[in-house]
């Protein structure tokens, strides 16, 4: 029988928390002999329940109590005359003891002994794993060693890359470089580009390896997202496409990457959720086909946007969709989305799709026909097959007549999202959403990063009524609303603020965007800039400021990344 022997009091200091609750945890206390008699499930879960509140209430009566060093270099528990430290818990216990703590508390107590730190991988411990990476080589040896431990077992992944500033100098090599003005230093610049944009591709292939290795026999695996977004759009094009021959000029890179992703799909056993955005020629036309059957037949969402895809490439097909019956969500480039894709949609042997978030982009309204989109008679089918079908699309410099094109009546639009660097929104296009999707839409963005030295575009030139003014008005639902690099004037901001009152929990609109009428700036008694902050505030009943820093505004500095984020959680917002 098993005695338990307890240190002398006279030597004994005052006991530290992590001393008391191996101490606790290693008394052999009886169940209640009702539990042994009924041996019923739900009184055991009681009795451990009402352990640990002891254990939890004694851990927090020692909270602040100051611990010696040499207790803890002293202090012991004596079983069977032999001392027992933290390291000679058995696993299952240890496990159980980090299922209480978060994340950050449980890396903590991993670095008590080697035993402890083999526990803190158990795969009941990490379901999820969300992971948000620099394209860096700092981040390489955290990522293999994450998924080394985590890639074989985990059952919903979802990795993000993201490239730093290379562009503006902030990081990479060269970074702090300066170059003298003129042709030489114009030169100077393009090459510390070219050789920072080399490091970010070359280091960005190597991440994504590492991911797709360590998941490629993971057969629980039931959620993958995957964002790899570092491309940078400028004027002259996207760059990222640019260098990538310079890194993998033969492709081998590529298409190892490509071919790890179709064994991926093809050893899933229990896939429900594939999310690939953005991710440089990972997806091909031909990855889906190595899903089998009775995986299409179950997955429920599925989202693929890439907009590096050459020429009238699609990345599924109409024939591709009929096997996947059960998508209750959908993400696609609003090119690949054709009325033969609606069509399918509709069939009596798939369930109804509940979201559908599609990106219009200029790349690909330039190399692709708007002639095989859903005509009105689709949408209105779409709609009937089902009544909660909601939409959401995000247009990078789209011209106005493409739009005019996209938004046929009968879509249920609930978001959409306007960014642009080249062509500017018009405000008939914002006037036409105010009409056509009043009874649905709950979010919409208006960006614009065009530089144009004469000032911000007004919308609501030579109209009677502003048109953001009308969409507060017409759009009931509206709930978020933010703008940049167009013109709002004070009183109209103050109208919509009034207008949607409390209704609208988010209103964005940036420092620079704001404009005064010359009446509100002749008047010496009133301060024009503090009435507006007043008055917003009081129509929307909370305070309210305007964006002073666009660069801690997402939406406007990581476009992608933000649809991507708002695309995954308007899917499972279901």
């Not at 949607?500 to 002749?522: C, N, P, W, Y």
């Amino acid at each position: 029988m098993l005695h338990l022997v307890r240190p002398k009091p006279t030597t004994v200091p005052p006991p530290s928390s992590l001393s008391l609750m191996l101490l606790f945890l290693s008394v052999l206390h009886p169940r209640p002999s009702g539990a042994r008699i009924r041996a019923g499930a739900a009184r055991a879960a009681r009795w451990r329940r009402r352990q640990w509140l002891r254990l939890r209430g004694l851990l927090r009566g020692l909270r602040g109590q100051p611990g010696t060093g040499s207790w803890r270099r002293r202090g012991r528990m004596a079983l069977c005359g032999q001392a027992a430290a933290a390291a000679s818990l058995p696993s299952e216990l240890i496990v159980h003891i980090f299922s209480f703590l978060p994340a950050p508390d449980r890396l903590r107590a991993s670095a008590s002994c080697s035993h402890w730190r083999e526990c803190l991988f158990y795969p009941a411990l990490w379901p999820q794993l969300r992971i948000c990476l620099r394209v860096s080589p700092v981040e390489q040896p955290r990522l293999e060693f994450l998924m080394r431990k985590c890639g074989w077992f985990v059952r919903e992944l979802r990795v993000e890359f993201a490239a730093e500033n290379y562009l503006n100098g902030g990081g990479g090599p060269g970074h702090g470089a300066s170059a003298d003005p003129g042709t030489g230093g114009e030169e100077v610049e393009a090459l510390q580009l070219s050789t920072r944009w080399l490091e970010v591709l070359r280091t960005y292939l190597e991440l994504v390896l590492c991911v797709l290795v360590s998941i490629r026999n993971n057969r629980n695996l039931q959620k993958f997202s995957l964002f790899g977004d570092i491309s940078v759009l400028q004027q002259q094009g996207n760059l990222s496409n640019t260098y990538l021959s310079k890194v993998d000029p033969d492709g081998k890179k590529i298409k190892q990457i490509q071919q790890l992703f179709e064994e991926i799909l093809s050893n899933s056993r229990q896939l429900k959720w594939l999310s690939c955005g953005f991710t440089l020629e990972i997806v091909t036309p031909t990855s889906l086909s190595s899903l089998s059957n009775s995986i299409a037949n179950t997955m429920e969402h599925l989202s693929l946007l890439d907009n590096n895809i050459p020429g009238n490439s699609t990345l599924i097909t109409a024939v591709e969709l009929e096997r996947f019956v059960n998508l209750h969500s959908l993400a696609l480039d609003f090119c690949d989305f054709t009325a033969e894709m609606a069509r399918v949609l509709t069939d009596s042997n798939h369930v109804p799709l509940q979201r559908l978030s599609l990106l219009v982009h200029n790349v690909s309204v330039m190399h692709k026909s708007l002639d095989n989109m859903p005509n009105d008679e689709h949408w209105k089918a779409l709609s009937r097959k089902s009544t909660s079908l909601r939409v959401y699309i995000m247009a990078f410099d789209t011209k106005s007549e493409d739009m005019l094109k996209i938004l046929k009546p009968s879509i249920p639009l609930e978001r959409i999202h306007f960014d642009s660097y080249i062509t500017c929104v018009s405000g008939a296009i914002v006037d036409l959403i105010s009409r056509q999707y009043d009874k649905f839409l709950t979010h919409f963005i208006l960006m614009n990063d065009v530089i144009d030295t004469s000032g911000f575009p007004d919308l609501s030139d030579n109209r009677n009524e502003d048109p953001l003014v009308l969409l507060a008005w017409r759009c009931t639902k509206l709930s978020l609303l933010a703008i940049h690099g167009y013109t709002v004037w004070a009183h109209n901001l103050i109208a919509i603020a009034r207008l949607r009152g409390s209704d609208l929990k988010v209103l964005e609109v940036t420092e620079e965007s704001i404009d005064f009428d010359q009446g509100e700036l002749a008047d010496q008694d009133v301060d024009p800039v503090h009435n507006l902050i007043e008055q917003v505030s009081l129509g929307l009943g909370q305070p309210w400021h305007a964006v002073m820093d666009i660069e801690a505004l997402s939406v406007f500095t990581e476009p992608n990344r933000h649809f991507y984020r708002e695309m995954q959680s308007f899917s499972e917002d279901i």
